[in-house]
């Protein structure tokens, strides 16, 4: 019996044949009724070159870097299928609440490349449950790049959440979400860490037309942590504003951007969100804080022909100021820019080259650099 059925799957994904008298469109999609399921993905190999400084990670991540950079550690090589994705879509028809959307995507990139969930969630009518990117991320904000983490001053994760969009016309849309909260903190003596009581609130308002688009975006979060001798749990406050957006300048160029600036968003900035930055330590004692951070962006985009493009991107990221409170060893700031060459000349395949630098400066103003050559093949169905 399984046997059979896992032969009917097989037969559906990847097979021309009708069914009830209606052709499957392509080998994974099918559709009966008011179903249609697409089965898709890609595979993907990235291969890096480390010179003059390395990261110990497949994703260039500045706030991994040695600082010093070490001697021992100056070049690095890695062949990474992990990035390697499946997913599956289903969208299904209904009076009531119109197209619901099941959607499920995987990849590799779990302990020694076991598979691992990205997304899962359902939507209809707006609303959205499940896991998924968080409402504060704007990859349209972003120029492409081969590397996936992308710049160090981007937002860029997902989370469990339930959230809700509205489409106020064709061109402006707004967002809420509740979401999943995750605190990583630097703590004292006499202090720790604790469960969260309420979820992170993220809300933007976004205007989207032929040449580019513009979000505003802004989040709230109430963070506990936990005192010791006195037995409270106490809450700080953390806030953030981000605006981004993208402008096609000319037939082949475009531009991005992204800026965002807080309290307490370590965990909204790619940079920051390896750091337990979260909270840190007041001067006071048993008192935790959160500080004043930021992460900027500006990217662009120049189309060469049909088959090629090239993208270059700058950006930083840190915290706004110095105080007593941090070790001299403590991250302060990172830089990052990359460039890259694009060529889409064979039909769902893409071959990317891409240079990238990026420095790691502490409180101390002692600095870390590393670069990174990256050539990447990806094979899409």
């Given at each position: 019996m399984k046997k059979r059925i896992l032969i009917s799957i097989i037969s559906i994904l990847f097979l021309n044949?009708?069914?009830?008298?209606?052709?499957?469109?392509?080998?994974?999609?099918?559709?009966?009724?008011?179903?249609?399921?697409?089965?898709?993905?890609?595979?993907k190999l990235n291969t890096s070159v480390d010179f003059n400084g390395s990261i110990p990670s497949n994703d260039f991540r500045n706030s991994l870097m040695s600082v010093p950079s070490r001697w021992n550690n100056k070049s690095r090589f890695v062949l990474d299928p992990s990035h390697t994705r499946i997913r599956l879509k289903v969208i299904q028809?209904?009076?009531?609440?119109?197209?619901?959307?099941?959607?499920?995507?995987?990849?590799f990139r779990g302990t020694s490349n076991a598979l691992r969930l990205r997304q899962a969630y359902v939507s209809f009518k707006g609303f959205i449950m499940g896991q998924t990117w968080g409402f504060m991320n704007d990859p349209l904000a972003l120029a492409p790049s081969v590397d996936i983490q992308g710049v160090n001053s981007r937002t860029f994760f997902r989370t469990p959440l339930i959230g809700y969009r509205l489409n106020l016309d064709n061109n402006f849309s707004l967002g809420i979400s509740l979401e999943l909260p995750s605190v990583k903190m630097s703590t004292q003596p006499g202090v720790i860490s604790t469960n969260q009581t309420l979820p992170d609130i993220p809300l933007y308002i976004q205007y989207k037309g032929e040449g580019g688009h513009i979000k505003l975006a802004g989040?709230?979060?109430?963070?506990?942590?936990?005192?010791?001798?006195?037995?409270?749990?106490?809450?700080?406050?953390?806030?953030?504003?981000?605006?981004?957006g993208s402008l096609r300048a000319a037939k082949n160029i475009?531009?991005?951007?992204?800026?965002?600036?807080?309290?307490?968003?370590?965990?909204?900035?790619?940079?920051?969100?390896?750091?337990?930055?979260?909270?840190?330590?007041?001067?006071?004692?048993?008192?935790?804080?959160?500080?004043?951070?930021?992460?900027?962006?500006?990217?662009?985009?120049?189309?060469?022909?049909?088959?090629?493009?090239?993208?270059?991107?700058?950006?930083?990221?840190?915290?706004?100021?110095?105080d007593d409170y941090y070790a001299y060893n403590e991250y302060f700031t990172g830089d990052y820019y990359s460039a890259s060459l694009f060529w889409t000349g064979v039909k769902n395949m893409t071959i990317a080259g891409t240079y990238i630098h990026g420095s790691r400066k502490n409180m101390n103003s002692t600095k870390g650099d590393a670069n990174r050559i990256q050539l990447m093949v990806m094979y899409k169905w």
């Open positions: 044949v009708h069914i009830m008298g209606q052709e499957i469109q392509s080998p994974f999609l099918y559709e009966k009724g008011n179903t249609s399921i697409t089965f898709g993905g890609f595979v028809k209904t009076e009531a609440l119109g197209d619901i959307e099941f959607y499920v995507e995987t990849d989040v709230v979060r109430s963070m506990s942590y936990a005192v010791v001798d006195s037995e409270s749990i106490e809450k700080e406050l953390g806030l953030g504003a981000q605006i981004s475009s531009f991005y951007s992204q800026a965002i600036y807080g309290k307490g968003v370590a965990r909204y900035i790619n940079d920051l969100s390896l750091l337990n930055l979260d909270l840190v330590p007041a001067n006071s004692n048993s008192a935790q804080q959160s500080v004043q951070m930021y992460g900027i962006s500006v990217g662009a985009k120049a189309t060469l022909n049909e088959n090629l493009f090239l993208s270059t991107s700058v950006s930083t990221a840190g915290l706004a100021n110095k």
